[in-house]
């Protein structure tokens, strides 16, 4: 079976760094992707690692292990708006995604 | 360019009925996945469609049940619904040839009394 395991919730500071973990376990894993949905809003797109190693875009970052079959997202530079829950997903036969992390910014 | 439409954005229907949901994805995008969102489940795919045909489908019941049409505009049907099939229903598409990058609509949220 497929499974892509994140923590529930996360609480940072803003301004602060959070790094939010993704532990996978997929047959024919191709890559990892995360995305960012606001409540009632839709999931947006935001990275994408087909390889090891890390990938910047702006103040997140994206970082892959396929040996550890593993991945994080990292979140710079903390804004109020980042607060939303984030999911890490990974292509198969359809698009499969993580457990979903509610991340909070506080003052 | 135009993001992925979905109509309508809520509704109320009553345990029994029936429920058409529609997605109108990106130009030019003949892939199209639809997802059950909850909060105790996660985003739980559906099926998916490409040019026409059901590529793949999930594991929901027979109830279920999808269309795409020639211009790439989707459907999903639930028929005699229940109280479980409250959830938000997302809708994307991808360009044909990519394994991410899905772009989502904003979702129809479904409501069963």
């Known amino acids: 079976g497929q499974s892509l395991e994140q923590p529930s919730e996360v609480t940072a500071v803003e301004g602060a760094i959070v790094q939010i973990n993704c532990t996978y376990q997929?047959?024919?894993?191709?890559?990892l992707s995360w995305y960012q949905q606001h409540d009632g809003g839709a999931p947006t797109f935001l990275s994408y690692n087909a390889l090891d190693g890390l990938e910047e875009t702006g103040r997140f970052s994206s970082f892959l292990s396929r040996s550890d079959s593993y991945g994080y997202l990292l979140l710079q530079e903390l804004q109020m708006k980042d607060s939303a829950s984030y999911f890490c997903?990974?292509?198969?036969?359809?698009?499969?995604f993580g457990t979903g992390t509610r991340l909070t910014v506080i003052p | 360019k135009a993001g992925v439409t979905q109509t309508p954005r809520y509704l109320i229907k009553t345990r029994g009925q029936q429920v058409t949901l529609s997605c109108s994805p990106i130009s030019g995008h003949r892939s199209v996945s639809w997802y059950q969102q909850t909060p105790g489940q996660g985003l739980q795919f559906l099926f998916e469609y490409f040019s026409e045909t059901q590529r793949n489908k999930g594991n929901f019941p027979g109830r279920f049940s999808g269309r795409q049409f020639s211009n790439s505009r989707s459907e999903m049907n639930v028929s005699t619904l229940e109280l479980g099939d409250s959830a938000l229903y997302l809708c994307a598409s991808m360009e044909s040839g990519r394994s991410y990058g899905y772009t989502f609509g904003s979702g129809t949220r479904l409501t069963v009394v």
């Open positions: 997929t047959s024919g894993f191709y890559g």
């Open positions: 997903a990974a292509p198969s036969d359809n698009l499969f």
